[in-house]
């Protein structure tokens, strides 16, 4: 008996902390979006602006293979080598051509002997992943169809914003100027005026969205290569802003 009511107890516990929970956090969903005391206001604005991309990232992945572990780290190394001359025709930054991954391990293959499987060594296997980053995206579809003429594989590229490079400040104005209309209409609305502003604070929801292209994986050879454009990323930003009632 007193064992179901210790548990009848802790269910009203709990039931009581998670009905103080929700009513607190409606009441501090209220707050921040767009509530009226005796002498404040409080309201958000939020402003969107779509800017063209800035920066390329590619993938770049060769290979090479043989019987001969020596051969094959040749193989991989040639073809690494005539990627990077291409890529140093464009005068790009070393830092923003990165080693991702480099590995070599023996092939092993599988077959049945007898009925029973077994497996095997055989070639060597050597494999380099370079991710490059391309500041001029200008030069994107040129820099593809160099890369045709090496034997490597090209996955990309995914398109974003110079965060560094970005000038936001029309952004944060013009959320501003949309919270400070939100909140002249609601003083409008109750008979009063509006005064100073108390606070700004940014939202945590106002970092810049990236839209990145969809990646492309193919296999360099001869020819041409596609047209590749660049696109554009929204940067937004929301502002909870406070003002005075008079």
Not at 34 to 54: A, E, H, L
Not at 102 to 116: D, L, M
């Amino acid at each position: 008996m007193n064992e179901n009511i210790n548990k009848n107890y802790q269910y009203s516990i709990i039931t009581i902390l998670v009905l103080f929970l929700g009513l607190t956090s409606f009441a501090v969903y209220n707050y921040f979006n767009n509530s009226v005391s005796s002498n404040q206001i409080t309201v958000s604005g939020t402003f969107s602006k779509d800017i063209n991309n800035q920066i390329a990232t590619f993938t770049i992945n060769t290979n090479g293979e043989d019987e001969s572990k020596e051969k094959a780290e040749s193989i991989n190394s040639e073809k690494i080598k005539k990627v990077k001359e291409v890529l140093n025709q464009f005068s790009l930054d070393e830092k923003d051509i990165t080693t991702q991954n480099y590995s070599s391990y023996r092939k092993i293959e599988y077959y049945t002997e007898g009925g029973v499987q077994k497996s095997r060594e055989t070639t060597w296997i050597f494999n380099q992943s370079l991710r490059v980053t391309i500041r001029d995206v200008k030069i994107v579809n040129e820099i593809v169809r160099s890369l045709n003429s090496t034997e490597s594989e090209i996955i990309g590229p995914s398109y974003s914003l110079d965060i560094v490079d970005i000038d936001d400040k029309e952004v944060y104005v013009k959320a501003f100027e949309k919270a400070k209309e939100k909140a002249e209409n609601l003083a409008n609305s109750s008979g009063r005026k509006l005064g100073r502003v108390v606070n700004i604070v940014e939202s945590n929801s106002s970092t810049p969205d990236f839209y990145p292209v969809p990646m492309l994986s193919r296999q360099a050879g001869g020819g041409g290569g596609p047209d590749i454009p660049a696109g554009s990323s929204k940067i937004s930003k929301t502002l909870i802003v406070i003002f005075e009632l008079k």
